[in-house]
């Protein structure tokens, strides 16, 4: 590896990637299978996509691709020779994984995240120097913008995942596997990351991407294959034809269909106009401030947020003023008021990091409001004069039936290394009173695979993990029910489901607040979309809107044509970050 | 080879057979040490076991080391059970001790033991869990580390009890007045005669009980179910509406609570009175008896009747080798522990298991 410092050229003009396949791959999980006899080759200089249904086994088949997981039985060819079972050989062969949850130092920089485990030295020392000539030539000539100097907590989500994409390419993988890359990009990011991946591909690497979006795979896959409880049941390659216009849609139909199998179809429901009704929820000017903490698990808040409320109020830029005290704390929402009727869906559309989870947890009253006020029927909920305990808040939004599903479910949702069981009850142990059949009820609510309420939360795949959670938070009576993310990872039929569900609870009378990096999920559900930008509410669009006129919202006057932010000189992070021109 | 010890580990993964596993090399290590201390190896070893299991009266002397030992081992499960480490146990119990006896000198003479012993019991709780919650309001609210809190909470009773004994309480011999024998507790000789001249008393039993009814509340209870949940993950406790600085101190209320029952089998079972250095060390002990046995109440017995039976031996041998040497045989016992523990865990690259087989067609 300390040869590596000699040689700045980029990895990225090296030949062809490796061609890899799984033959007849058996994979178990205790008894349970995963991936059965599996076959599959992929070709290098091509993207291909790997689809299914959540618990299909697409993760367990990336994963054996890339030596992180050991078939059971049968192996795996790299350029036709067995590839030996742990993660350095696959690194020795020039493959790559990026898991779906970042695996990055948050306290380090992104150079220092890429050099980690493959620190170029020289006499003794690292050389930094050489390590970023690398990884600059690599990102620029892939099209991977990244700011090597910023510690990863500061980045943006698309660009933590540059950054993932820089790292493995910087070990010189030549076969780059994704698992999920696109499940928390906006819309701009998908396409941006999808131009990097046909670089890539151009330049020969192999490309492997796991994915539940559908619309993607025909809009930038080469090759598609279709996984169905551990098996390969459907395999096409595409042609430029298919991308667009009626070939596409016969297509998406085709996938969709292989997809979901014999289960039936379900169709969503029109949803019922608006009712002039009281609203339900409001958000008088609230101001949040930025916790940075994400355990804040104790004691009765700091007077931070007051110190917050001030400066909302007295009309400076807080933006301004706060980064010039504590650099790292920006107010997170600031000054938002919306109000959200009985039976009425409102979504929340925004690029990641412009206050959508601070929004979030200030309504769940996980962190204290810095000013303006929450009402539930007419009656305060939070406001920031009260000094109050996280637990009051919280359990006080609970008792008034505001019910949040939070956008990261290992931080927020489940207890991971408690059972499925206890998970479906958190928390509510002093209102049912009946556990068993809650927790019944709970888990055939949208089928959690599998069905066994003794396994560890930890166990289920993440689109299962995610319908526990929606599943409990649907049957918890609320009147207010505040959503981020809520089908994220979850497979299409699942996804139909709990849209269903959550526009029967508003046709019951809930007022519903979703957040969402979807926006074709947006358009689906909401009567309408506000959109968030650097904390603030910038705009309201029909569900009709464009990609085009919300994309414009979210990111303000400074839209620019895809192909020229992928290429921008300027680092778009600006852009990203919300920051102010 | 190593892949063939770790096989071998893992189909030993039981926790039982694990100490058992522990105990075999421990007492391989006892007959070195008694080599290398000049002693006959299987003499030591005869002498460890004729003053242990060997005898009614070693038996008896067993128990009342694991009484102490119950006791502490379950405090520290308690707290461990919302992720807080209770190192501060070796205060609660000689804070609690040194109340019991006290008030136990100056019960009234004619009060009947029906009265005096659960009264016994309920001041040894409220000091035990007074002087723990102290640490617990300490992190749960201010957010003091429990480990340096707790630390800190021992010396100050260090230096405390001598104090109290000599200045407030006029005891130069650093030993309280006797307490009244309403308010002490039976000895197991008087059931069992085998036991006799033992210091085993009915602490015992009630160690055994206390530990069982402990261990099916914290899995049964809905407190004692949040528990463990705020101990896996207090973010997500927090955002689902359990309250977790409360859960926090009740959790180390009961710790403590169970710590200062320690006072039964000691102050009320066996001394009759509070001296200094009673119970003293058990704190620590106690905590490397639950993690050998945190799983279960049958586990946390066991591992009490292991730590208890090394202490008694170490006393037995003293003649033939220093006594120190069942202090590095406690030591190897726990190091022993974790590391079959280690080696029966599968080998895990990055973050998924690997089986251990693959095959290219």
Same mark, same amino acid.
């Given at each position: 590896?300390?040869?590596?410092?000699?040689?700045?050229?980029?990895?990225?003009?090296?030949?062809?990637?490796?061609?890899?396949?799984?033959?007849?791959?058996?994979?178990?999980?205790?008894?349970?299978?995963?991936?059965?006899?599996?076959?599959?080759?992929?070709?290098?200089?091509?993207?291909?996509?790997?689809?299914?249904?959540n618990?299909?086994?697409?993760?367990?088949?990336?994963?054996?691709?890339?030596?992180?997981?050991?078939?059971?039985?049968?192996?795996?060819?790299?350029?036709?020779?067995?590839?030996?079972?742990?993660?350095?050989?696959?690194?020795?062969?020039?493959?790559?994984?990026?898991?779906?949850?970042?695996?990055?130092?948050?306290?380090?920089?992104?150079?220092?995240?890429?050099?980690?485990?493959?620190?170029?030295?020289?006499?003794?020392?690292?050389?930094?120097?050489?390590?970023?000539?690398?990884?600059?030539?690599?990102?620029?000539?892939?099209?991977?913008?990244?700011?090597?100097?910023?510690?990863?907590?500061?980045?943006?989500?698309?660009?933590?995942?540059?950054?993932?994409i820089?790292?493995?390419?910087?070990?010189?993988?030549?076969?780059?596997?994704?698992?999920?890359?696109?499940?928390?990009?906006a819309?701009?990011?998908?396409?941006?990351?999808?131009?990097?991946?046909?670089?890539?591909?151009?330049?020969?690497?192999?490309?492997?991407?796991?994915?539940?979006?559908?619309?993607?795979v025909?809009?930038?896959?080469?090759?598609?294959?279709?996984?169905?409880?551990?098996?390969?049941?459907?395999?096409?390659?595409?042609?430029?034809?298919?991308?667009?216009?009626?070939?596409?849609?016969?297509?998406?139909?085709?996938?969709?269909?292989?997809?979901?199998?014999?289960?039936?179809?379900?169709?969503?429901?029109?949803?019922?106009?608006?009712?002039?009704?009281?609203?339900?929820?409001?958000?008088?000017?609230?101001?949040?401030?930025?916790?940075?903490?994400?355990?804040?698990?104790?004691?009765?808040?700091?007077?931070?947020?007051?110190?917050?409320?001030?400066?909302?109020?007295?009309?400076?830029?807080?933006?301004t003023?706060?980064?010039?005290?504590?650099?790292?704390?920006?107010?997170?929402?600031?000054?938002?008021s919306?109000?959200?009727?009985?039976?009425?869906?409102?979504?929340?559309?925004?690029?990641?990091?412009?206050?959508?989870?601070?929004?979030?947890?200030?309504?769940?009253?996980?962190?204290?409001?810095?000013?303006?006020?929450?009402?539930?029927?007419?009656?305060?909920?939070?406001?920031?004069?009260l000094?109050?305990?996280?637990?009051?808040?919280?359990?006080?939004?609970?008792?008034?039936?505001? *019910?949040?599903?939070?956008? /990261? +479910?290992? %931080?927020?949702? !489940? #207890? @991971?290394?408690?059972?499925? &069981?206890?998970n479906?009850?958190?928390?509510?142990?002093?209102?049912?009173?009946?556990?068993?059949?809650?927790?019944?009820?709970?888990?055939?609510?949208?089928?959690?695979?599998?069905?066994?309420?003794?396994?560890?939360?930890?166990?289920?795949s993440?689109?299962?993990?995610?319908?526990?959670? *929606?599943?409990r938070?649907? /049957? +918890?009576? %609320?009147?207010? !029910? #505040? @959503?981020?993310?809520?089908? &994220?990872?979850?497979?299409?039929?699942?996804?139909?489901?709990?849209?269903?569900?959550i526009?029967?609870?508003?046709?019951?009378?809930?007022?519903?607040?979703?957040?969402?990096?979807?926006?074709?999920e947006?358009?689906?559900?909401?009567?309408?979309?506000?959109?968030?930008?650097?904390?603030?509410?910038?705009?309201?669009?029909?569900?009709? %809107?464009?990609?085009e006129? @919300?994309?414009?919202?979210?990111?303000?006057?400074?839209?620019?044509?895809?192909?020229?932010?992928?290429?921008?000189?300027?680092?778009?992070?600006?852009?990203?970050?919300?920051?102010?021109? | 080879?190593?892949a063939?010890?770790?096989?071998?580990?893992?189909s030993?993964?039981?926790?039982?057979?694990?100490?058992?596993?522990?105990?075999?090399?421990?007492?391989?290590?006892?007959?070195?040490?008694?080599?290398?201390?000049?002693?006959?190896?299987?003499?030591?070893?005869?002498?460890?076991?004729?003053?242990?299991?060997?005898?009614?009266?070693?038996?008896g002397?067993?128990?009342?080391?694991?009484?102490?030992?119950?006791?502490?081992?379950?405090?520290?499960?308690?707290?461990?059970r919302?992720?807080?480490?209770?190192?501060?146990?070796?205060?609660?119990?000689?804070?609690?001790?040194?109340?019991?006896?006290?008030?136990?000198?100056?019960?009234?003479a004619?009060?009947?033991?029906?009265?005096?012993?659960p009264?016994?019991?309920?001041?040894?709780?409220?000091?035990?869990?007074?002087?723990?919650?102290?640490?617990?309001?300490?992190?749960?609210?201010?957010?003091?580390?429990?480990?340096?809190?707790?630390?800190?909470?021992?010396?100050?009773?260090?230096?405390?009890?001598?104090?109290?004994?000599?200045?407030?309480?006029?005891?130069?011999?650093?030993?309280?007045?006797?307490?009244?024998?309403?308010?002490?507790?039976?000895?197991?000789?008087?059931?069992?005669?085998?036991?006799?001249?033992?210091?085993?008393?009915?602490?015992?039993?009630?160690?055994?009980?206390?530990?069982?009814?402990?261990?099916?509340?914290?899995?049964?209870?809905?407190?004692?179910?949040?528990?463990?949940?705020?101990?896996?993950?207090?973010?997500?406790c927090?955002?689902?509406?359990?309250d977790?600085?409360?859960?926090?101190?009740?959790?180390?209320?009961?710790?403590?609570?169970?710590?200062?029952?320690?006072?039964?089998?000691?102050?009320?079972?066996?001394?009759?009175?509070?001296?200094?250095?009673?119970?003293?060390?058990?704190?620590?002990?106690?905590i490397?008896?639950?993690?050998?046995?945190?799983?279960?109440?049958a586990?946390?017995?066991?591992?009490?009747?292991?730590?208890?039976?090394?202490?008694?031996?170490?006393?037995?041998?003293?003649?033939?080798?220093?006594?120190?040497?069942?202090?590095?045989?406690?030591?190897?016992?726990?190091?022993?522990?974790?590391?079959?523990?280690?080696?029966a865990?599968?080998?895990?690259?990055?973050?998924?298991?690997?089986?251990?087989?693959?095959?290219?067609?």
């Open positions: 590896m300390n040869q590596a410092a000699e040689h700045v050229r980029p990895e990225g003009s090296r030949g062809s990637g490796p061609r890899l396949a799984l033959a007849l791959a058996t994979r178990l999980f205790e008894d349970r299978v995963a991936v059965s006899s599996l076959s599959i080759t992929l070709e290098p200089g091509r993207i291909h996509a790997l689809v299914g249904e618990g299909a086994g697409k993760s367990t088949a990336l994963k054996m691709l890339a030596g992180v997981l050991a078939p059971s039985s049968g192996g795996v060819l790299v350029d036709g020779e067995p590839l030996a079972p742990h993660a350095q050989a696959a690194l020795d062969r020039k493959i790559g994984l990026v898991y779906q949850h970042f695996m990055l130092v948050d306290v380090f920089t992104a150079l220092d995240n890429i050099m980690l485990g493959a620190e170029p030295v020289r006499r003794g020392r690292l050389d930094r120097a050489t390590a970023r000539a690398r990884a600059g030539a690599i990102a620029t000539e892939a099209g991977l913008e990244v700011r090597l100097d910023s510690s990863v907590s500061e980045l943006s989500v698309g660009e933590k995942q540059r950054l993932e820089v790292r493995v390419l910087f070990r010189g993988a030549r076969a780059v596997l994704l698992d999920e890359p696109t499940a928390v990009l819309p701009l990011e998908v396409a941006e990351l999808y131009g990097t991946l046909r670089r890539l591909a151009a330049g020969g690497a192999t490309i492997v991407v796991v994915t539940h979006r559908l619309d993607e025909v809009r930038f896959a080469d090759e598609v294959t279709v996984m169905r409880r551990g098996s390969k049941v459907h395999h096409e390659s595409l042609s430029e034809d298919s991308r667009s216009g009626e070939e596409a849609s016969v297509l998406l139909e085709r996938l969709t269909r292989a997809v979901m199998g014999d289960e039936p179809m379900h169709t969503l429901t029109p949803r019922p106009l608006a009712l002039v009704a009281a609203p339900l929820l409001e958000l008088v000017g609230l101001s949040v401030d930025n916790a940075g903490s994400v355990d804040n698990a104790g004691g009765v808040d700091n007077a931070g947020g007051v110190d917050g409320a001030s400066g909302a109020a007295d009309g400076s830029d807080p933006s003023r706060k980064q010039a005290s504590t650099p790292k704390r920006r107010p997170a929402i600031v000054d938002v919306l109000a959200v009727a009985a039976g009425e869906i409102v979504g929340v559309a925004g690029i990641e990091g412009n206050g959508q989870t601070e929004l979030v947890r200030a309504l769940a009253g996980l962190v204290p409001l810095a000013a303006g006020m929450v009402r539930v029927n007419g009656d305060v909920l939070f406001t920031p004069e000094a109050e305990t996280t637990a009051v808040r919280v359990t006080r939004a609970r008792a008034r039936g505001l *019910v949040t599903v939070h956008e /990261d +479910r290992h %931080a927020e949702e !489940l #207890v @991971l290394d408690a059972t499925v &069981r206890d479906l009850v958190l928390g509510e142990l002093a209102q049912l009173a009946d556990e068993g059949a809650t927790q019944a009820r709970r888990l055939s609510r949208f089928a959690i695979e599998p069905a066994n309420p003794a396994f560890l939360a930890r166990q289920l993440g689109g299962n993990q995610q319908k526990l959670v *929606v599943a938070a649907l /049957d +918890r009576g %609320a009147t207010v !029910l #505040v @959503l981020a993310q809520p089908t &994220r990872g979850v497979d299409i039929g699942t996804a139909r489901v709990i849209h269903q569900a526009t029967d609870a508003a046709a019951s009378g809930a007022a519903v607040l979703i957040v969402s990096a979807d926006l074709n947006l358009r689906t559900l909401a009567h309408r979309i506000v959109v968030l930008r650097q904390g603030s509410i910038v705009g309201e669009l029909p569900p009709s %809107a464009t990609d006129e @919300l994309g414009r919202a979210m990111l303000g006057s400074r839209k620019l044509p895809n192909s020229e932010l992928a290429n921008s000189a300027t680092p778009k992070s600006d852009v990203r970050l919300g920051n102010s021109p | 080879m190593s063939v010890a770790a096989r071998l580990a893992r030993l993964t039981p926790p039982r057979v694990r100490v058992l596993f522990a105990i075999a090399g421990a007492l391989l290590l006892l007959n070195l040490l008694s080599w290398a201390f000049g002693a006959a190896p299987l003499e030591t070893l005869a002498e460890a076991y004729s003053g242990t299991w060997g005898t009614g009266y070693g038996i002397q067993v128990l009342f080391k694991s009484t102490t030992l119950l006791f502490t081992g379950l405090a520290f499960v308690v707290a461990l919302v992720g807080l480490f209770n190192i501060g146990a070796e205060g609660q119990l000689g804070l609690a001790s040194l109340g019991v006896a006290v008030l136990g000198s100056r019960l009234p004619n009060m009947p033991a029906l009265v005096a012993i009264l016994m019991l309920a001041c040894a709780i409220a000091i035990g869990a007074g002087y723990a919650g102290l640490a617990g309001v300490l992190r749960a609210r201010l957010g003091v580390h429990e480990i340096i809190s707790g630390i800190m909470l021992n010396r100050v009773v260090d230096v405390v009890l001598p104090w109290l004994l000599v200045a407030v309480l006029g005891a130069v011999s650093l030993r309280t007045a006797n307490i009244a024998p309403a308010a002490s507790l039976m000895k197991l000789s008087a059931v069992v005669n085998s036991l006799a001249g033992s210091a085993a008393s009915i602490a015992f039993p009630l160690a055994v009980v206390v530990v069982f009814a402990t261990f099916a509340w914290l899995e049964r209870s809905r407190v004692g179910r949040e528990f463990a949940w705020v101990g896996k993950s207090p973010s997500v927090t955002a689902q509406g359990i977790v600085p409360k859960r926090r101190v009740q959790a180390m209320l009961l710790s403590g609570a169970l710590a200062g029952l320690v006072a039964t089998g000691t102050v009320l079972g066996y001394e009759g009175a509070f001296e200094l250095g009673l119970g003293a060390g058990a704190g620590f002990s106690g490397a008896v639950a993690m050998l046995g945190r799983t279960s109440p586990a946390l017995i066991f591992s009490a009747l292991v730590f208890g039976t090394l202490a008694q031996a170490g006393l037995a041998i003293n003649a033939l080798v220093p006594r120190e040497a069942m202090g590095v045989l406690e030591a190897v016992v726990i190091l022993l522990v974790g590391a079959v523990a280690i080696a865990e599968p080998e895990t690259p990055l973050t998924e298991p690997v089986a251990p087989k693959v095959s290219a067609p």
